[in-house]
């Protein structure tokens, strides 16, 4: 494992110029001799090689490289065991294998700095990293790059409980900042199913939105600021904790959503909502999609202010989480349904709000909008409600390769897609799912087959996106753009922005070192064009 980089190289670009059914193989072969002496068991990594050859201006590790980052972090700062280094190297999905020899783990902004300047002045290229849950190939090497990891700058640093801002470093996993605010009557204003390992910084870093957005909005209004620090290892502090800063740009707006292209975060000040004292969850039963939206519809009206999430999942979706969550059960097994609806509400009045979610739901079935439902009689209740929702993108993960699309589109248009998406694969040997936000519009396709397969990516791509482009959405909702959807911005955005975000790039991260292949597209337009 420690000298097959220069394979890599080879392999990947054979791989650009084979068959699919070839590459796998080969990579499956490879793989498995690679690992069967050591002892492992090969589980290869299942998506397509890396869409562009290794830019030759970036620089090669080398041991003078090793030694200066020991001397700064200490031999506990740095990672070079080629075990150890496979979770850096590889996505939760097992999509994306990179291939770097070093990953750094620092202490604190200052080291950040100085691992920057240094590749900086060396021209190595950097990957930052936080949990390593991205979607798109956004936080792990597409080549040899260096991984940054923040998960040793974990300290909360304050909270003021009169204002509710907190302020924690970039490497605090968000279940544990949840967990100390709950202790103390706030609450994060994002709720994410990968919260048990994603990271605040990384949560900034790619905007994330979750199923609190419709009540609390995204980060890009919770957050107050932050620290960073550039391509070219300049610090940016504005970690204020003030709400009210007219002074100048707004510069932390540029890194929230940036992916860790223009500078590695490293501290955030946030916003926190109060805890609310009442919390209300229900799982609805609909008939069809459209009957979901009119239970959305009357949700908006008669919840109003206590409505702090709105999701829906269709029958697929439940059926497979049923399957690969141990302890998962139907709550509704007598009930044939095709989508399934959830509500909670979140306020300071528990009566007042049982009230209001028992009058809706009395309406709901009057009117016919609901087949079915079920309200939390308890907390352990309403978190096994949940997990058949939060359990779905962990269940499609059992099933085999899950070609993942995170879209924001009309509402009213959502399950269109799901359903052309069905028709245009229908002699594939695939499923397709859909489920999704429906307060803000944010769905997750999800077409699922036994290993990837070339075919069925080139029937998908960039079929989905033209789809959503053509009704105006936005090609990545939540999840950004990483190395999966580069080349797709276009869909989303005219020449003339991608033309500016890239002078900001040279600006913020002059050699380019910050998280290569990544965000801005590497084909021109041309490629793109789509009749809207």
């Not at 070093?102 to 200052?110: V, Y």
């Not at 990271?199 to 932050?226: C, D, E, K, P």
Request: glycine residues 10%; hydrophobic residues 35%.
């Amino acid at each position: 494992r420690r000298v097959h980089g220069e394979i890599d190289s080879a392999f990947n670009m054979f791989c650009l110029r084979a068959s699919s059914s070839a590459c796998l193989a080969a990579r499956l072969s490879r793989w498995s001799q690679l690992l069967k002496p050591r002892g492992f068991s090969a589980r290869p990594v299942r998506g397509p090689p890396p869409p562009v050859p290794r830019d030759p201006k970036f620089a090669t590790l080398t041991d003078k490289d090793v030694s200066f980052f020991e001397s700064l972090l200490g031999s506990s700062g740095i990672v070079q065991d080629a075990d150890a280094l496979e979770p850096h190297n590889t996505d939760w999905m097992r999509k994306y294998q990179g291939h770097s020899k070093l990953a750094l783990k620092p202490k604190d902004t200052e080291q950040v700095a100085q691992i920057l300047r240094y590749c900086n002045g060396r021209k190595l290229a950097v990957v930052p990293q936080g949990g390593n849950t991205g979607l798109v190939g956004g936080s792990v090497p597409v080549f040899d790059e260096v991984v940054v990891s923040l998960s040793n700058m974990n300290k909360i640093v304050s909270l003021d409980e009169v204002s509710g801002v907190l302020v924690a470093e970039a490497g605090c996993v968000l279940e544990s900042l949840s967990n100390f605010l709950e202790e103390r009557g706030y609450i994060m204003p994002l709720d994410l199913g990968a919260k048990g390992s994603c990271q605040i910084g990384g949560n900034v870093a790619t905007n994330a939105g979750g199923i609190r957005f419709v009540r609390y909005g995204s980060l890009r209004g919770t957050v107050l600021g932050l620290k960073a620090v550039t391509g070219s290892g300049d610090i940016i502090d504005t970690l204020t904790s003030v709400r009210k800063d007219n002074t100048g740009y707004d510069l932390k707006q540029l890194f929230i959503g940036s992916e860790g292209s223009l500078g590695i975060i490293t501290g955030v000040s946030i916003l926190c909502p109060v805890k609310p004292k009442s919390v209300q969850v229900a799982l609805l039963a609909c008939s069809d999609y459209n009957m979901v939206c009119k239970t959305f519809i009357e949700a908006k009206k008669d919840l109003g202010e206590v409505v702090s999430a709105v999701e829906f999942f269709d029958k697929g979706s439940l059926d497979v989480t049923l399957k690969h969550i141990p302890g998962a059960r139907d709550p509704m097994p007598s009930t044939a349904s095709g989508f399934y609806v959830l509500i909670e509400t979140s306020g300071s009045n528990k009566d007042h709000d049982q009230e209001k979610l028992n009058g809706f739901l009395e309406k709901a079935m009057t009117e016919g909008l609901i087949q079915d439902g079920v309200v939390a009689q308890d907390t352990k209740h309403a978190k096994d409600l949940w997990r058949l929702r939060e359990g779905i993108s962990e269940s499609l993960g059992k099933t085999g390769f899950v070609y993942k699309y995170d879209l924001s589109v009309p509402v009213p248009e959502m399950y269109s897609l799901v359903e052309a998406t069905r028709d245009r694969l229908k002699d594939q040997d695939v499923f397709t799912v859909g489920y999704g936000h429906i307060g803000d519009g944010n769905l997750h396709l999800n077409t699922c087959g036994p290993a990837y397969d070339h075919k069925v990516e080139h029937l998908l791509e960039p079929w989905v996106y033209e789809w959503t482009a053509k009704r105006r959405g936005s090609v990545s909702a939540e999840h950004g753009l990483g190395l999966m959807k580069a080349d797709d911005i276009y869909y989303s955005k005219p020449q003339a922005a991608i033309d500016l975000m890239a002078t900001i790039k040279t600006v913020f991260d002059p050699n380019g070192i910050l998280n290569p292949y990544k965000v801005l597209p590497r084909r021109p337009f041309g490629d793109h064009q789509v009749k809207v």
